[in-house]
């Protein structure tokens, strides 16, 4: 009964991830949600927990971390998530020198992965084109969620096992340090409840409420919004599994992690002059499977001014194409189209501020939310611990 009280604002990954991160710390935690179930980015994506996107060294640790803590929420709550590990695959001589380059520095960088010859990829996937495939490289660290499922499912788990409360269809419309005693460190959170409610510290985990809670830290902080288009096609049926996540060469110019290899320059060089339109809307092809069957392809990217409501057909029929080059899936029926909208830092793999005591933004994880989000929280409630 006498536990601190924390609050958090926004039930995507991020704000899950700290209100479990603060139960298991003994906190007493609150979380706002404005609406009726998390619908944002973070139910918008492949569902990958990527570690292998991440740049050596502290990043990678963190991703490994979350990993961790993934599987531990599969064994604890009951949810799906599947270790398939993941596949680059090359179909040109400039990605395969950049995937040995890798793999040759990888125990170096403390990184477990090997080199697949074509007949080794066919033995793991069924989905990699035999069309002038020169192999693959492939990392058992990643894994698969159903981002649906997961982020709707974490609630009850959280309520039952740490006695969360969840405030959904409720917007938080101010916060303020308590000024009623000076050696009091409390935080004054008022909602669209109509109700006022005191915490030891708030974490507000999403950009929406970023936005009208304070724009002055929104405005410095250099995130930008970034767009990306996805689809998925009907299940294969039960037959048919992709075996794994994969990847195409063209995604060794998007994840860091490859900056470490010379030749990866001779690849952006030849992308962008062969084909600069991928450049231009930022593609690069991916697909996982959930455990649904359904397999989940995508994905683009669009920054700031270039974002709009509307979603283009071109950047559809561009992905498709470069789908069609590297996989082959039983069907190419289209279930779904959506686009996602993230907040994402140029140069931080997550924004942080403290706009006044007590108060604690973290935001803009990029598209790593599903990948960083359980270990940055941890190593952000040691910190505060």
């Known amino acids: ?28 935690v609150t979380v706002y949600e404005r609406s009726a179930r998390a619908s944002g980015a973070s139910i918008r994506n492949f569902g990958m927990v990527w570690p292998i996107g991440q740049p050596h060294g502290e990043s ?84 698969c969620v159903n981002p649906p499922q997961v982020i709707r499912s974490i609630p009850a788990w959280l309520t039952e096992k740490y006695g969360i409360k969840f405030r959904m269809e409720t917007h938080v419309s101010s916060m303020e340090p308590a000024d009623n005693d000076a050696a009091d460190r409390s935080v004054r959170v008022t909602s669209s409840a109509e109700d006022v409610a005191q915490f030891e510290r708030v974490v507000v ?79 690069h092809v991916m697909a996982s499977q959930n455990n649904q069957g359904e397999i989940i392809l995508g994905d683009s990217h669009e920054y700031g001014a270039d974002i709009e409501p509307f979603d283009k057909t071109l950047i559809d029929d561009l992905m498709l194409r470069e789908l069609r080059k590297v996989f082959r899936f039983p069907g190419w029926t289209i279930s779904q189209h959506w686009h996602g909208v993230y907040a994402k830092h140029p140069t931080l793999p997550v924004f942080e501020a403290n706009p006044a005591p007590g108060i604690h933004i973290c935001t803009g994880t990029g598209g790593a939310g599903m990948t960083m989000s359980f270990g940055l929280a941890e190593q952000m409630w040691n910190r505060w611990a």
Request: hydrophobic fraction near 40%; proline fraction near 5%.
């Open 60 to 143: 990678y640790e963190t991703a490994m971390l979350s990993r961790a803590r993934w599987m531990r929420l599969s064994t604890e709550a009951g949810l799906w998530v599947n270790p398939c590990g993941s596949i680059h695959l090359a179909h040109r001589a400039d990605e395969w020198s950049v995937l040995q380059e890798f793999q040759s520095r990888a125990e170096t960088l403390g990184i477990a992965c090997e080199l697949l010859t074509p007949a080794q990829l066919h033995q793991r996937t069924p989905a990699a084109n035999p069309d002038g495939l020169l192999g693959g490289l492939f990392s058992p660290t990643e894994c």
């Open 1 to 28: 009964m006498n536990r601190p009280q924390v609050a958090v604002v926004g039930a995507g990954i991020v704000g899950l991830a700290h209100a479990w991160s603060a139960a298991e710390r003994g906190y007493q």
């Open 205 to 283: 985990c999403c950009g929406a409420e970023l936005q009208s809670l304070f724009p002055h830290v929104l405005a410095a902080s250099g995130l930008k919004r970034c767009k990306l288009q996805m689809l998925s096609l009907q299940s294969p049926g039960s037959d048919w599994n992709l075996g794994t996540h994969l990847a195409s060469g063209l995604t060794l110019r998007h994840y860091r992690i490859f900056e470490v290899c010379p030749s990866l320059a001779a690849l952006k060089t030849r992308v962008a002059e062969e084909t600069p339109e991928l450049d231009q809307f930022g593609i």
